[in-house]
């Protein structure tokens, strides 16, 4: 039996468009999204055209394709902020606490800055900045840096647009694009991001995100803990900081295993 008609066909157009690019490694082609969707080019381009003025799809001029926009990406951060991610965190870190004896939190991406959804404090250790609603620069957390290192070159060159200025809580931590980016490659190849200082002196961070099936920065999962004198991470809490990465991937259904 056929399925019926949308009774919003325009609304039923657009949603289908950005459930195109939602699934796509990188940018398409309007005329690839009028393809795949079977979709007029001229509707197409209209769609694509408000989606943009909107904020939901960034056009890249050169390259004469699309992807997704900030507001889609601050659209999906909103869900993971909502009590589903909340309610699946919380026990994780209460464990990862347990097994450690440092603190940890878990922090989603909105804009260029984290927002912490959930914190489990260490008993041995005092108060910090991340608590539950607390926004940093990500630019300077372990948190931030680790989905940073996750989100495509586009919406990096949209977060960070030429000029930005970077925020520093203290004499660490990246002050420019390019050493952003130098240390957001550091990230990639390791798997996981490190703050030393940047925020707290004193005090650093290992993060690792939790990433869906097409390899989006759904939230990061963090421990912070007394700064080393050679800078490095224990390897114990790292080991334990990405499996509870992971498994946090696959109770909210983004992981493939």
């Given at each position: 039996?056929?399925?019926?008609?949308?009774?919003?066909?325009?609304?039923?157009?657009?949603?289908?468009?950005?459930?195109?690019?939602?699934?796509?490694?990188?940018?398409?082609?309007?005329?690839?999204?009028?393809?795949?969707?079977?979709?007029?080019?001229?509707?197409?381009?209209?769609?694509?055209?408000?989606?943009?003025?909107?904020?939901?799809?960034?056009?890249?001029?050169?390259?004469?394709?699309?992807?997704?926009?900030?507001?889609?990406?601050?659209?999906?951060?909103?869900?993971?902020?909502?009590?589903?991610?909340?309610?699946?965190?919380?026990?994780?870190?209460?464990?990862?606490?347990?097994?450690?004896?440092?603190?940890?939190?878990?922090?989603?991406?909105?804009?260029?800055?984290?927002?912490?959804?959930?914190?489990?404090?260490?008993?041995?250790?005092?108060?910090?900045?991340?608590?539950?609603?607390?926004?940093?620069?990500?630019?300077?957390?372990?948190?931030?840096?680790?989905?940073?290192?996750?989100?495509?070159?586009?919406?990096?060159?949209?977060?960070?647009?030429?000029?930005?200025?970077?925020?520093?809580?203290?004499?660490?931590?990246?002050?420019?694009?390019?050493?952003?980016?130098?240390?957001?490659?550091?990230?990639?190849?390791?798997?996981?991001?490190?703050?030393?200082?940047?925020?707290?002196?004193?005090?650093?961070?290992?993060?690792?995100?939790?990433?869906?099936?097409?390899?989006?920065?759904?939230?990061?999962?963090?421990?912070?803990?007394?700064?080393?004198?050679?800078?490095?991470?224990?390897?114990?809490?790292?080991?334990?900081?990405?499996?509870a990465a992971d498994v946090l991937a696959r109770r909210l259904g983004t992981?493939?295993?």
């Amino acid at each position: 039996m056929p399925s019926p008609s949308p009774k919003v066909p325009a609304l039923d157009a657009g949603l289908r468009v950005l459930g195109l690019l939602a699934t796509q490694r990188g940018p398409l082609a309007a005329s690839t999204i009028a393809a795949r969707l079977d979709l007029p080019r001229s509707t197409v381009y209209q769609l694509l055209t408000s989606l943009t003025e909107h904020g939901f799809v960034l056009h890249l001029v050169e390259a004469r394709k699309y992807g997704l926009g900030i507001a889609a990406f601050e659209l999906g951060s909103g869900f993971t902020r909502q009590q589903p991610l909340t309610l699946l965190g919380a026990p994780l870190l209460a464990s990862l606490v347990d097994r450690t004896g440092e603190s940890a939190h878990l922090g989603v991406l909105h804009g260029a800055e984290v927002v912490y959804v959930v914190e489990e404090r260490a008993r041995h250790r005092g108060a910090l900045v991340t608590d539950v609603g607390v926004r940093l620069p990500a630019h300077l957390t372990a948190t931030g840096k680790s989905m940073l290192a996750a989100t495509p070159t586009a919406q990096l060159r949209a977060l960070y647009p030429p000029g930005t200025a970077f925020v520093r809580r203290t004499e660490a931590g990246p002050g420019d694009l390019r050493t952003l980016r130098q240390e957001l490659e550091g990230v990639r190849t390791v798997g996981y991001a490190t703050e030393d200082g940047a925020v707290t002196p004193g005090l650093s961070s290992v993060a690792v995100a939790v990433l869906d099936t097409t390899g989006w920065p759904v939230a990061s999962i963090g421990s912070t803990y007394a700064s080393t004198a050679d800078g490095g991470v224990p390897p114990t809490l790292l080991a334990e900081v990405r499996r509870a990465a992971d498994v946090l991937a696959r109770r909210l259904g983004t992981s493939p295993s």
